[in-house]
Structure formats: structure tokens, C-alpha cells
């Protein structure tokens, strides 16, 4: 189940195909957490609540490069993919004393170590442009289309292949753009 970043806004459906598009490379980041001791809550909830708080700051914060993301929710953790300007931005944000994500860690580290309570995890994938596609069919802005430009997927756009970069026929004809 995905749901919206904070806070919730009732997005209005584009009826059609969109793409979305960049000339830019970026990062898709996932992040998330696991739980692995129902009882142990008061460690657990820590990693929520920071994890909160965490993209709370980074939501007002625009200049950081994170760009935005969908929450992802599952049966034992919540977690996030998260789109950013660059890697550089991703790193500094992580690695920076000033910034929270450094405090969170060594607390995590000295409240749960390897005791099993919870886990986290993270993928970081670098994204060159015309390396990847993104397409959305009478939906509202998600994934990329959040946080890139959107634009009708017709043309170079219509097929998965022709988004990056190569040739190929639809193998359905695309229903007419609506005006």
C-alpha cells in the first residue's frame, strides 16, 4: 500500500497518459524500517518518530535537495521512496553533524545496536537522464510525476522503449489525449 507524502492533499486526476521527465540525473532513495520485536515499542517508535521528524525538516527545507517521495507502509515497517536532486544532497544530509539524521543514528546505534528490536534499511539509485521511464495513466501526480515535469506520453513518450531513448510501436494504440 502507498500513500501520500506529509501533509495529505486530495490530488486532482490528469484523465490520460503522462510521462514524466527531466534533463536532469537524480537519486531515487528508499528508506525504511522493519520491526522485528512487537514488544519492544518504545525502541521501535523511536525509529518511526525520527524518521518523522526527519522528513518533517526536510519538507521545509527544499534547499536540502530532497525533491519528495511516497510512503510506503507494509506489514512490520513503514518506509519511503524518496527522490533527490543528487547524491551529494542525500550525502551531506546524512553525514552533516547539523542536520538530525547523524543524532538519530547514534541514538539508534546505542539503543539498538544488533539486539534485533527493528531493523532499517536504504537503496540509493543514481539516475542519469534517458535512463529511465516513468508513465501514469488517469491518475493523480505520483512517483516522478510528484517531483518532475509532467507531459503528455505521446510520441517520443508513447512506448516504455522510445522513453529511453530507443524506437518502437506501441503494441496497444494510445486512446486520444483528452483536451
Do not use: C
Not at 521501535?44 to 527544499?62: D, E, H, Q
Not at 551531506?92 to 534485533?116: C, E, I, K, T
Not at 493523480?140 to 522503449?161: D, K, N, S
Request: charge should be positive.
Amino acid at each position: 500500500m502507498v500513500v501520500e507524502v506529509f501533509p495529505v492533499v486530495a490530488s486532482p486526476v490528469f484523465p490520460g497518459r503522462f510521462a514524466a521527465y527531466t534533463d536532469e540525473p537524480y537519486v531515487v532513495f528508499m528508506i525504511g524500517m522493519r520491526i522485528n520485536k512487537f514488544f519492544s515499542l518504545r525502541k521501535w517508535t523511536f525509529g518511526a518518530i525520527s524518521f518523522v521528524r526527519m522528513l518533517r525538516m526536510l519538507l521545509k527545507n527544499p534547499e536540502k535537495g530532497f525533491l519528495g517521495g511516497q510512503q510506503i507502509v507494509y506489514w512490520r515497517g513503514i518506509g519511503m521512496v524518496q527522490y533527490w536532486r543528487s547524491f551529494e544532497d542525500l550525502e551531506r544530509f546524512a553525514r552533516q553533524s547539523s542536520d538530525p539524521h547523524v543524532h538519530v543514528w547514534r541514538q539508534y546505534n546505542q539503543m539498538v545496536g544488533n539486539d534485533g528490536t527493528f531493523g532499517i534499511w536504504h537503496e540509493s539509485y543514481l539516475v542519469d537522464p534517458g535512463r529511465y521511464e516513468a508513465i501514469y495513466d488517469n491518475m493523480p501526480a505520483f512517483g516522478l510525476g510528484t517531483v518532475m515535469e509532467l507531459g503528455p506520453a505521446l510520441g517520443r513518450r508513447e512506448t516504455a522503449r522510445r522513453r529511453l531513448g530507443g524506437q518502437g510501436e506501441p503494441a496497444v494504440p494510445s486512446p486520444p489525449q483528452p483536451v
